[in-house]
DNA sequence: CGATAAACGAGACGGTACGTCTGGTCTTGTG
DNA sequence: CACAAGACCAGACGTACCGTCTCGTTTATCG
């Protein structure tokens, strides 16, 4: 009986996506983004909206997740250390552009919401950390980054910083700023005999 | 001529605080704060709080940073690396508690609002990381990180792992976690011939 | 589809006449009235109000022209002229009551608003109108007022006075007076050779 | 002991004037006018206007009475009948332009406000009538409108429909129109044997 | 094939807050 | 001591959304 309307489901994500996307005259944050507009913008009633998803957040992971994910893919064709080199220059790349307000402000919007958090690291975070560790775990056993260290670890290290960036807007993100963050990562901060 | 009430002034801040310390009941996030609610506990009219701030984010600004800041001194009394350490464990710790809410829902009011963000790195974040520097310097000149690295670029790495943490709430924030990041930094991930 | 609920309009009719009502306790007058004030009183949301009426006067013409109109009808069973002079009284008697200090104030409202203006000649004042013309027709079929005169030229006349003094509050508003304004109207102004 | 400024005095007025004139740019109703921007127009603090003015009708008042009253003056010349006549015209003629929505803006502004309308009536209303009636007493002695009537009663019969028409803006205010009303209040309402 | 139950659009509703405006009072210098 | 300057509390403005709640009206299965 009764079955979700695809028309409807679709109508709203791609209201979403126009709403949030700068490109299509609107371009306005998460946060001025409300239910109320997508229902208008996508012809469809709130109920509708509200029926389906828990929050507005869960609304533009639906929108965007997919379609961020597969923008930043983890090369399998180069040794894994360079791998991570062009990894988090193309996620910095990314970052750079209307997707890194995207993500920043979805982040923002998961502060005061436990369960947006939750949707929000199951569906995104995970995904990216996987990724990292993957990578991460492939310099391991070809010798490039030390075998004892915990690769989460490794990647909370050298990634925080990109993250970092992107929410403090401490200074552009671009490639060149992040090899030299992998750069420091890699030699660390003590000072070295060779010097 | 027509001077500041000084008492309006410490009714906003206070009340303010009391509407953002679960400790007082309110508890509340700085998103459902409201200008109108501040005004309506502090007894004082909305136009007040208009006239000397520009936003709520401004007002909790100054509600809170001045105790914050005063909450994780720079050890002067240690060597450099060690007040690193002991820094970065006490920043981890406050962040631990109700204030790390705080401080990551006012970074998330920020990603919307450009003239916040300004506000909110010059009142808070520059504070911060001029800490963050000094304490490096000083370690660079005790030779336990290598003086040619820029400290801002050391500052990066080993903190944005902090701030990462508090607002992706990937893990705990606890003085031995922000030991070993500490330490991984230091060391870096290439492997060693000692191991 | 969603339809009207008959509870708030009612509220909102009531409260509004509650708050005008001198003899309720309130007794502000239409200027002090606010559409925030009906709402709190109404125990309605201001939306609402906002979604059925453009302005606060048509709320208070809302309020209380069917039940004014009632009041001063136009009495079938008299000759015209008796009528007209019955009518003349009612309207002065009823406007000595706090009905007329709120036509007054209605009055005063529309002068600055055009589209008020508009719904209360529309509301009330074509109304009023039509009853003073239809008795003057009346009395002019049965050749008690010279037949040849326009009835609204006729109407103006003789409703003037006593609308310029609800408003000029330049007298009594008794029936004793609008017995006589009618009676100077009928013989005119000048010198009569009976006399 | 300080005495009061003349300077601001006049300032006050002015800025009055001009605030209200639509041909100075402002043209602002009266309900629309505040003491707020008069204040900031002239160049002069609130208190100062509050000091001396107990509301904003009797600034009005002040600002424009005395220019009104010597645009609309009675003609000694003219015997009284004509005089009447021409008096009305020019009145009705003032009223249709911006000084008539000066009228009957300042009339709605006393509705609810009882010392306003004491003002408007000593400063405003017992002049106009003191120069209705003395016309009219000019008529009665020169045998044109019957001696016995009481002359206030006949000018709220003949003036009256020119502020009803003002304030009801049931027609245009012209003199073709205001010696209609004349007419037909000097020979009556009903039917004459020579018709 | 017709009943039925869910999904749907439409949108009313009580709320909360927005940021601005004005009112009228009060306070603090300045000349 | 009149005045300017302007801070202050109070409260209304009209708008935007919130999340909930009827309403009929499709529409797709299931008996």
Redesign the interface.
Known sequence: MAVRSEASHKAILDATMELLDPDSGEGI????LSIERIARVAGVSKTTIYRWWPSKVAVVIDSFVASHIARTPVRQDLPGLEALREHMGALVETYATHEG?LV??L??????DESA?NEF?ERF?HNR?DAAVSIIRRAQEE???????DPV??A??????I???L????GPLEKAWSD??LD?????????ED?
Chains 1, 2, 3, 4 share one sequence.
């Open positions: 944050s998460v946060q001025k307000r920043s402000q982040v923002a919007e998961c502060q005061h958090m690291k975070w950390r010798g490039d980054i030390w075998s004892e260290l670890g490794v909370d290290l050298i990634y925080a910083p993250y970092f960036r929410l403090f807007q401490t030299r963050v420091l990562a890699l030699t660390g901060l003590t000072p070295r010097a």
